[in-house]
């Protein structure tokens, strides 16, 4: 069955800490992995996407790793803001008709 | 370049009433797709079109739930007649073609409440 978790389902921590998030997916065949930021009432908005051949990627304080064996993936933040506050959705995306396997998010809460 | 364009942004309606979203794609771009997001979870997929041709319907709820693209351009999503498990975020996306590398675009969303 094609899946996507995500753990943990929230998380709390001070601004200007790091953290890391956590996927592991079951998707085949599989094409690409992405890590989309969800604003509280907005549309999600794309972070990174990581082909099979890739193993990390990096978007300013966002790193997203990618372990192929595993099947698993990680978005770590450096130096948390008060603008990192949202959800953070991992979907991974299958080869064979496009077809995205979307997680069902990290809620992220940076408090002062 | 404007984004994905989505009305309303909210809506109350009662169960068994009707309800129509619209959304309008960014510029050019050929794919459109309706999600249905419920809270705490990530979108799911209603249905994607392909200019104003359906790619895919499979977890579209045919006997309450339809889309159209008139014209490959604007779409309307329909609920009629709408469920309290209607009760949902739904969002537009839109992206340049069907691909594995063309990155969706996703509009706000229109929030509904089904009371």
């Known amino acids: 069955k094609n899946q996507v978790e995500q753990s943990p389902q929230s998380l709390i921590i001070l601004e200007g800490k790091n953290c890391t998030l956590q996927c592991n997916y079951t998707v085949s065949p599989f094409s690409n992995l992405r890590w989309y930021k969800q604003d509280t009432g907005r549309g999600p908005v794309s972070l990174t996407i990581?082909?099979?051949s890739e193993n990390t990627k990096s978007n300013g304080r966002y790193t997203a790793t990618l372990d192929a064996d595993t099947k698993q993936s990680s978005l770590h933040i450096t130096a948390s803001q008060l603008s990192d506050s949202a959800s953070y959705i991992c979907?991974?995306?299958?080869?064979?008709?496009?077809?995205?396997?979307w997680g069902a998010g990290t809620k992220l809460i940076i408090k002062p | 370049e404007a984004g994905v364009a989505q009305s309303p942004r909210y809506k109350i309606i009662e169960k068994r009433q009707s309800v129509a979203f619209w959304c309008n794609p960014i510029s050019g771009h050929a794919t459109l797709y309706w999600y249905q997001q419920i809270l705490g979870q990530g979108p799911k997929l209603l249905i994607q079109f392909q200019n104003n041709g359906v790619v895919d319907d499979s977890q579209l709820p045919k006997d309450r739930f339809s889309a159209e693209r008139l014209k490959g351009v604007d779409s309307t999503l329909k609920i009629q007649p709408a469920k309290l498990e209607d009760s949902a975020v739904y969002l537009c996306?839109?992206?340049?073609?069907?691909?594995?590398?063309?990155?969706?675009?996703f509009g706000p969303g229109t929030r509904l409440t089904v009371t």
């Open positions: 990581m082909t099979f």
């Open positions: 996306a839109s992206s340049l073609r069907q691909g594995i590398t063309y990155e969706q675009y």
């Open positions: 979907v991974g995306r299958r080869d064979s008709n496009y077809q995205l396997i």
